[in-house]
């Protein structure tokens, strides 16, 4: 299938759903980007929802099923994009697998999986953006991170190792690429984030949002664009997102 892409190249937005990455690949569209986003294939049709309210308003999606652990997978989308939308200009890796368990009661198949998901699909994502943006000498990629990349906490011991150890990939990967004009960024989110989730858990959000005390997604999204538009004389590698009333 010959490219469809027109104008600027294509965005994967891996880990896309209705909240932080579901903004990001909006912002994305609205600069013009041919936005590919994933989740696993269970959520296909809420993924297809997401890319058809992006068409709607005027921008370009495409929807994939994917298992971002399955390294197979992983090549096959990235090869797919390459050839069938645009140049893959942006990678946002965007999964959380935050959940809570004590350290008794985290069993090795709940450790072993959060760290697939949140480390590991991360350095596939970011191995196969890097094989197609190196040739050419450009290109940014994007990890979400969260206070539990840089400290661990009662009940996440397998999502702060998780999340570490992708901080880790991060870094090792933007000192490798950044000489060969790659843009790798770390974004530590800091705080609970206005969305279906937070909202089905607490009563105060909409308190929240009217003093700015509450992540908003669009706000998080517009950080990810800023980073990607740095010139590369001034790349910032890491940055944290926080409300301004947030303890840390």
């Not at 909240?19 to 590919?36: D, L």
């Not at 068409?55 to 994009?81: H, N």
Request: aromatic share 8%.
């Amino acid at each position: 299938m010959a490219s469809e892409s027109r104008g600027k190249g294509a965005c994967l937005v891996v880990g896309a759903g209705d909240g932080v990455g579901g903004a990001i690949a909006r912002a994305f569209a609205a600069e013009g980007y041919t936005v590919c986003i994933t989740r696993r294939p269970r959520h296909l049709d809420q993924l297809e929802a997401l890319a058809a309210s992006i068409r709607d308003a005027g921008g370009k999606a495409r929807a994939f099923g994917v298992d971002a652990r399955q390294e197979g997978d992983m090549v096959s989308l990235v090869d797919t994009i390459e050839a069938e939308v645009g140049p893959l200009e942006v990678v946002v890796f965007n999964i959380g697998a935050n959940v809570r368990f004590s350290i008794t009661e985290t069993t090795a198949q709940v450790f072993s999986k959060v760290w697939e998901m949140a480390c590991f699909a991360g350095f596939l994502a970011g191995r196969e953006a890097a094989r197609v943006m190196t040739p050419r000498g450009r290109g940014t990629i994007l990890f979400t991170g969260a206070s539990a990349s840089l400290r661990g906490k009662d009940g996440f011991s397998a999502f702060a190792s998780a999340k570490a150890g992708l901080r880790a990939v991060a870094q090792s990967m933007a000192r490798e690429l950044g000489p060969k004009g790659i843009h790798v960024a770390h974004v530590v989110v800091d705080g609970a984030i206005d969305g279906v989730f937070t909202r089905s858990m607490r009563e105060d959000v909409q308190s929240l949002l009217d003093r700015d005390e509450i992540l908003k997604p669009d706000e998080i999204a517009a950080n990810f664009v800023w980073l990607h538009r740095q010139p590369r004389s001034a790349w910032t590698h890491e940055i944290d997102l926080r409300p301004w009333g947030e303890t840390w």
